[in-house]
């Protein structure tokens, strides 16, 4: 114990902790807290104690934040995976249940015809599926335009490409685009990655249009409270 004791306040001259010591002793901390009282700390010393105090504790943060980071991916990974087990492969009713509730959010509801509205490729690639698999939609009916800032004006050749690509719809199917003409306090950093706000129409669709509005009443009486 006395060779212990020794490296004890070798280590304590050096600015470790009395827990820091007897972790590396392996004794107890009050053991360790006897033996470093017989040490008198210089002002450098002691500077240094509390330099590295402040580090362990910078140390102990960083790991805090890490696992709480880490659990919260777990947790994200958790949710999608039970996400795929609990939704599985859509039917197709699952998928006209879907269509409604985005035509109920996103859809035209006046004038006799059929466009949704959205800038989320996920959102719009839902109603193209509707369309095509439950509707059987030709694909000669549908129509696009893009409504998007001025900005992206340069870059919406890309813009038109990539809705075609997703949707499966020709280019010669597409529209003008709306620009909006306000200039943003900045470019953001999502610039090439955003494709603006599609606007997807079915040509004569003013039956399917009704269609929907119907499915999202039916959903409206399912929703209301008792009385």
């Given at each position: ?97 879907l269509a409604a509730a985005l035509f109920w959010a996103e859809g035209a509801k006046t ?117």
């Amino acid at each position: 114990m006395f060779d212990k004791k020794l490296q004890a306040h070798a280590l304590r001259r050096r600015g470790k902790s009395v827990g820091d010591i007897a972790f590396k002793l392996g004794v107890s901390k009050s053991t360790a807290s006897l033996w470093c009282r017989e040490i008198e700390l210089t002002s450098t010393q002691q500077e240094r104690l509390r330099a590295n105090a402040i580090a362990a504790g910078h140390r102990g943060r960083l790991i805090g934040t890490q696992k709480n980071r880490q659990k919260r991916l777990d947790a994200i990974q958790l949710s999608k995976d039970l996400g795929k087990r609990e939704i599985g492969k859509l039917t197709k009713r699952d998928l006209t249940i879907l269509a409604a509730a985005l035509f109920w959010a996103e859809g035209a509801k006046t004038g006799s015809r059929f466009m949704f509205v959205n800038s989320d490729p996920s959102m719009v690639l839902c109603m193209y599926k509707y369309l095509s698999e439950v509707e059987k939609i030709e694909p000669n009916r549908l129509s696009m335009t893009v409504q998007i800032n001025r900005i992206h004006e340069k870059r919406i050749h890309k813009v038109f490409r990539f809705w075609s690509s997703l949707l499966e719809i020709p280019l010669r199917q597409f529209g003008k685009p709306y620009y909006i003409d306000v200039t943003p306090k900045k470019v953001y950093a999502n610039y090439d990655s955003y494709y603006g706000i599609a606007r997807l129409r079915v040509r004569g669709g003013a039956s399917l249009q009704y269609k929907l509005l119907g499915y999202i009443d039916a959903l409206q009486n399912n929703s209301r409270l008792p009385r």
